[in-house]
Every structure is written in C-alpha cells, then in structure tokens.
C-alpha cells in the first residue's frame, strides 16, 4: 500500500432550502417553524424603525415575529439593506435567518435536517486507497465530517473513524471545508 493517496475527491456541501428553526409555538407548543416564503415586517415610528422577520409554525400555521432590528433609527440602517426588507429579498432572508446573532436574541436554533446535499459526483476506482477527500462548503451548514464521509464512501461512521486520518475533530459539526484522507480497510 502506497502512503500517497490515489484519488482526490472534490465534494461540495450545498443547502438545499432553508433549515427549520426550533423555536417552540405560543398556541401549539409544536417545536418548529419555518419561514415560509420569507417575509419581513417592517415598521418606522417617525425617526425610528423595527423590523421583523416572520416565521410560521409547522402544525398549526400560526405566525411568529423574530425581532430583527428594534427601535433603530431609520438612517443607522444601510439603504440597500432596507430596501432588501421591503421587498423581501430572499437573499436578504438567508443571510438574516443564518446569523448567529438572530437565533442567540431570539432563542431559536436552526435544524438542518433534509436541508443540505453533499454533491460528490467523483467517482474512484475501487481498489484506490488510500483517498483523499477534500470538502468545500458553498454555504454555511454545520454537519459532522464523519457524517459527510459515510455518506459519500458508502461507509459506516464507525469505519471512518476507524481509517480516517485528519486534523479536525470528525464527530464535532463544522461548516467550513476541510481536507481528509482515508486508508484501506484491515
């Protein structure tokens, strides 16, 4: 067995939609909600503006507001970015919805379940180990690496493990790309 790897994989991790966020209903106490089309509510009290974004529960269909901006003057808000929430820019949404800052002051979190893809398209020769995977994330999606690398090698978590060798810690989710190799099994 050679020490060099034989094949360079290079997967990508893309969303798929936006994640659901855990965030427990008011009327339900249903523990998730959605964006849905992914509205803001937007609202100015003379000089200054609130803005909201607005989620809907998933079993009774109730709609929450998650506090964006609150009571700000309206100039302290960057023009582009307010017209982006007047016009519910989808994009704008995303960015707002994926912001650390958003769920930490408004106690959700985000549930990436059935949300992302892993494109890895290359193929390998069968006999070719050791492999070496290289992940690049197009959006900001925290799964395990052990995970990405069952999925994508056909192998079990334990047996990742077992052959991987890499320099981040495979069992703690991470969104931004690594690089592993993987030997031969026993």
Known sequence: MSSSPHAVLPWVVRRTRLPLLSLRCVDCRSGSATTGAGRFRVNANGKLLDVWLLVRCTSCDRTSK?????????????????RGYRVNDPELVASKLLDPRLARRNRFALD??????????????????????????????????ERLLAEGLGLSRKEVLRRTRCAIPLRRPTSTGFTSTVVAGD
Do not use: M
């Open 66 to 82: 998650l506090t964006v901006h609150e009571r700000v003057p309206v100039r302290s808000v960057d023009p582009v970015e307010l």
């Open 112 to 145: 990436w379940t059935g949300a992302w893809r892993l494109d890895a398209r290359s193929a390998w020769p069968e006999g070719a180990w050791p492999v070496r995977v290289q992940v690049v994330f197009a959006d900001p999606v925290p799964v395990r690496p």
